[in-house]
Every structure is written in C-alpha cells, then in structure tokens.
C-alpha cells in the first residue's frame, strides 16, 4: 500500500452497505488510507449529505433497504455538486443486466462480492487517479 505524504489531505470516501460486518470491515480496511463515512442505508436527503460530506468516491450497494443504490446514485447524479463524484457499486449480482444498469445510473465501476478489499482499495485509487 502507498504510504500517504505528511501534510497532504487525506481522500473522502462514503460508503453505503447495509451488512454490519461488511460495513464495519470496509470501513476499518479503507480507514488507514482515507476519511470513510460509513452509513448503513441511503438517507433521505443523500444529496444533502453527499455535499455536506464532499467525498471524493463513493462505494453504494445495490441491495439496500429504502432506496437502492441505483436509485440512491441517481438522486446523487441530480445534485449539482455531486454529480461528478465517482461511485463504484457493490453487489451479490454478477448478471449483465445489473452491470448494464450501473453504467446506465452514472456509476463509475461495478465489483462483485464476494470481494477482497485490496482489489475495491485499487479500484478506488484508480478513480482517484491516485499513486498505485
């Protein structure tokens, strides 16, 4: 893993899973290299917490209680300061459909679970354009 340079802010990444476990690892995993913010569904005013937070990636699931994350994504690509934000979903469906629907909602990447956490980190550097 690249070492981050002292003084250098550091990357804003949201992250929406409704599995506690998964949310809890995520979050622990991404935490030594950026800022995470960690929610378990889509809140109802996501636009308004995606620009209060500015994150600079975020990583949606797509089966979330509420709002799934093609919906959530959406609502983000709506807002005028969210709509350029990378988001990268997650998800237990590997058919081309769900694929097709990611790309099609403005999403930037699409990784299946299971997943290993170096391969979601490289995927979010990549967006980020970020030393690898």
Do not use: H, W
């Given at each position: ?92 469906r590997s058919d081309d459909e769900s694929f097709?629907k990611s790309l099609d909602v403005g999403g ?25």
């Amino acid at each position: 893993m690249t070492k981050r340079k002292v003084g250098l802010p550091r990357a804003k990444v949201v992250i929406i899973e409704d599995d506690a476990a998964l949310r809890e690892s995520l979050e622990k995993n991404l935490a030594r290299r950026f800022d995470v913010t960690a929610l378990s569904s889509g809140e109802d005013d996501i636009v308004g917490l995606v620009d209060s937070v500015a994150p600079d990636i975020l990583v949606l699931d797509v089966n979330l209680p509420g709002p799934d994350g093609f919906e959530l994504c959406r609502r983000i690509r709506g807002g005028a300061e969210s709509k350029e934000i990378p988001v990268i979903f997650m998800t237990a469906r590997s058919d081309d459909e769900s694929f097709v629907k990611s790309l099609d909602v403005g999403g930037s990447s699409y990784i299946a679970k299971p997943f290993r956490v170096d391969e979601l980190l490289l995927r979010i550097e990549s967006l980020l354009g970020l030393p690898i």
